[in-house]
Each structure stands twice: as C-alpha cells, then as structure tokens.
C-alpha cells in the first residue's frame, strides 16, 4: 500500500522519533511511504520538510501546506501523527478523497498547553478527529482507556520503542567517553531532551533536587543530553537563579550519538509529577536509561511505572524525596536488576514491527 505519514512536529519532540520510526517500521513492512516532517534536518528522497515558524501564521501556512500534499500525492493511507489542529486539514482532505486514515494518538496534548483558548481547541480535536479516522494508534493502557472513554473509538496499541543495537551498553567505552567529554573525575547526572512543554514539564523539579544534591556532593556535574526548544530561556534562568554549578547542555544530538553520552554517566533522571498527561505517558528517555543499563533515579507514573518501575530507584514525588534518593545511590553505587531483556523482547523496534504487521498486514 501507499501511505502519506504526516507529522507536523519538529526534531527536538519525542514524538517525532516515534514517527519516523513509525514510517520505517511500515517500509520494512513492504509498504511504500512518504514521510512529512516540520523544519526536518533529515536528508533523502524519502522525507519531505514542511517549513513551520513558531508563530500562529507560521502554524496555519504549515497546514496548508501539508494539505496541498494531502490534495495532490497519491496514497492509500493517510497515517497522522497526532490529532491536532495542525493535522485536521489534513484529516478532512483524505476523507474528501474517500482515503483511509490511521491517527498516531501518543499524548493527551491538551493537557501540555499553557493557554486555555489552545486547551479547548486541542481538546475538541483530540475528541472528534478520532471519530473519522478508520484506525487509531497509541503506546499504552491508560491512553487506550482515555481514548475509548471520551470517543468511543478503540484504539491499538503500537509500543514506544527504542533502536537497542543502536543503544547497547558494549558498543560503548564508558573510560573513553567520559575522558572525551572531560568528566573523568566527576559525577555524571543526566537528563535527556529538550526544553520543550513535553520533554521538559518537570525539568525544574529536577533542577531542584540537584541544588540539594550540590550542597552536599561537590564533584556532581549535570549532563542535559539535549536542550534547545522554546523553554530554553526559561530553564536557563532557572539554573542561575538556584545557583547551580558545573551544568552543561549539549544542544541538539543526533539520535545514533546519544547513547555516546549516556554511557559517560552515573545515572539518568526522570520526574513525571502525578498528573493525568503524565501517566498518559510511555517515557522514551526512560527506555533509553535501561536499554543503557543506567541505573535511573526518580518519580514515574502511569504505564512507565508499571513496566519499568521495579528496574529504577524510585523516590518520593517531591524535591526533598528525589534528592535523598540521588545520594542513597551515588553514596551507596547501588544497582538493580537490568530491563535490558525486557527492552529487546518487548520493546526494541523490531518486535514493535510484529505489532504493526498485525494491523496493516505487509505489502
């Protein structure tokens, strides 16, 4: 079959990477696909960049451009990520056309929105653009019951995923790395993403933790893998306003280069405050952490708890909680028991393939 995957994020969101993983998974599936992606860096014949500025004017000449797209290219499928009203357009075009059409839901998005006109729009749009699709994807239970309760559409559950060839401990010289990056005689606390709603909604609890930690561990440097995204501004602020010290931010790094950084360090961390958005979630950095076999400290909710909470040090739901944890596991180099199978059998890429074979079938 011939699918047109539209995905009107940017490079820096996860929700990209479940997309473009998402188009190779259906390729190697035998299907033919064009993938569409916002400001891509991306190079090849196969993907197609839509320029997308972060104003309102920016948002709506995106959208029209994707539904040239979905007005002119010949396809069979329509395969969206997100239900959002930059993807609606595009939505009523293939309809138009008689296509048929697969929504990727992956996050309550209303719930990241800071205004409460854009809450309401994302909300109609996550409530009916369900309704016309002919399939809908999502990544775990508690999305899939969300979705089911407030649509009435059910929807298949496609696993978040990871590339564990790519993101495998022995492919990499913890010594070697961590000399490159000059963190020989130091304590490596990592966070991995980007400053944006999403990635970063509880990057500040985490900042937090890690001035309790400084006060009382002096050699602790803090690794963001990542940065870049509109709350840049933001944390940075917040960083020199709490005095924290030794903070470095990689910028943006290509997927197949962050395992790189994660084997220099100690531990990764994670905080998904208890919220209804956060246990909607599948963490991606949280996979990645134990695909890395890092020991991971932090508060997760939801499917992530489920799945891999007995595989973390897991901490009280608050900044005192958090830091204690931090240093009860740098103090005492505690480990747990790896996921690292877990990962492979049930969440690598290629058994997500299996999935998504059962519901399109292979060309």
Known sequence: MRLLFINPGEGRHGSTYRARALSRLLRDCGHRVIYVESNSREDGARVISTKQADTPLGYVLSSLDRSMLCLKRDYDILYLQKAWPLTLPSLIIAKLRKKKVIIDFDDLDSEW???PFRRRIMRFTEKWMPHWADAVTTHNPYLQQFIQESTGTTAHIIPQGVDSSVFDPLRYDRSAERRRLGLDDRVVLCFLGSFTVGSSRDLSFILQALRLVQERHNRVTFLIIGGEG??????????RTLGLEDVRITGRVPQNEVPRYLAACDAGLIFMDENRANRMRMSFKLIEYLSMELPVVGYVTGSSRDIFGEYCFLCPPSVEGLADEMLRVLKGCLKKDSA???IVRS???KA???TMRELLGSE
């Open 340 to 342: 690292r199978s877990l």
């Open 347 to 349: 969440f690598d890429w």
């Open 113 to 115: 929105q800071r205004t």
């Open 230 to 239: 509109p709350l840049e501004d933001e944390y940075l602020q917040l960083i």
């Open 352 to 354: 997500v393939g299996n």
